[in-house]
């Protein structure tokens, strides 16, 4: 069945720089690739989402890119902000119609 | 107009009992989902169901099982509780099965002593 790898699992970063969270998928079949952030006591909420027909997507300072081709694809968050520390998940649905979730990237934005 | 609404939202059970667990999707929304998640694994898929029937399930022992209602609210059960069982129970809802955008509630902590 999909499998999806996410990586890194955790990424500091100083506030106003960029933080970018990779993510690779096994099943070719693949057509939709959300990413939700997860913040303390409560659950994931989607920020983003981006079809297998469409290379790049972006919505203010996030933005997400697909290459179909080597199965990944990444989350880039610009000037990022301290209530931007979250934990990101990203996830694929395949040809099981299974949303199928990364580990998640705890990210940490240090003002 | 109202989330996913999750109840409860803590619970602690001694191991071997059984628990229920419901869920309330978004007024409209016929699609519901289970997750559960751990620190270890993450967010691990249990089952859907949509119009009442379960259109997928995951790796999950026959302890877990599920029900979706008519009016789409779903509940979930698992029986015989273990102590590995202890983790966020996550519902997740969409209009239609396998449409974008799912909305997830805030979960059921559940604790197994």
């Known amino acids: 069945g999909e499998n999806v790898e996410q990586h890194p699992s955790t990424l500091s970063v100083q506030e106003g720089d960029s933080a970018v969270i990779k993510c690779t998928y096994s099943d070719s079949a693949s057509n939709y690739f959300p990413w939700y952030k997860q913040e303390l006591g409560k659950g994931p909420q989607l920020i983003i989402d981006?079809?297998?027909?469409?290379g790049e997507k972006k919505d203010q300072r996030i933005a997400v890119t697909l290459n179909k081709t080597a199965k990944h694809f990444s989350l880039h968050i610009t000037e990022t902000q301290p209530e931007d520390s979250a934990v990101y998940f990203c996830?694929?649905?395949?040809?099981?119609?299974?949303?199928?979730f990364g580990k998640g990237t705890k990210l940490t934005v240090n003002p | 107009k109202a989330g996913v609404t999750q109840t409860p939202r803590y619970l602690i059970k001694t191991r071997g009992q059984q628990v229920t667990l419901s869920c309330s999707p978004i007024?409209?929304?016929?699609?519901v989902s289970w997750y559960q998640q751990t620190p270890g694994q993450g967010l691990q898929f249990l089952f859907e169901y949509f119009s009442e029937t379960q259109r997928n399930k995951g790796n999950f022992p026959g302890r877990f099982s599920g029900r979706q209602f008519s009016n789409s609210r779903s509940e979930m059960n698992v029986s015989t509780l273990e102590l590995g069982d202890s983790a966020l129970y996550l519902c997740?809802?969409?209009?239609?099965?396998?449409?974008?955008?799912?909305?997830f509630g805030s979960g059921t902590r559940l604790t197994v002593v």
């Open positions: 007024s409209g929304h016929r699609s």
């Open positions: 981006i079809r297998s027909n469409v």
């Open positions: 997740a809802s969409s209009v239609t099965p396998g449409q974008s955008g799912y909305t």
């Open positions: 996830a694929a649905r395949g040809g099981s119609e299974k949303l199928v």
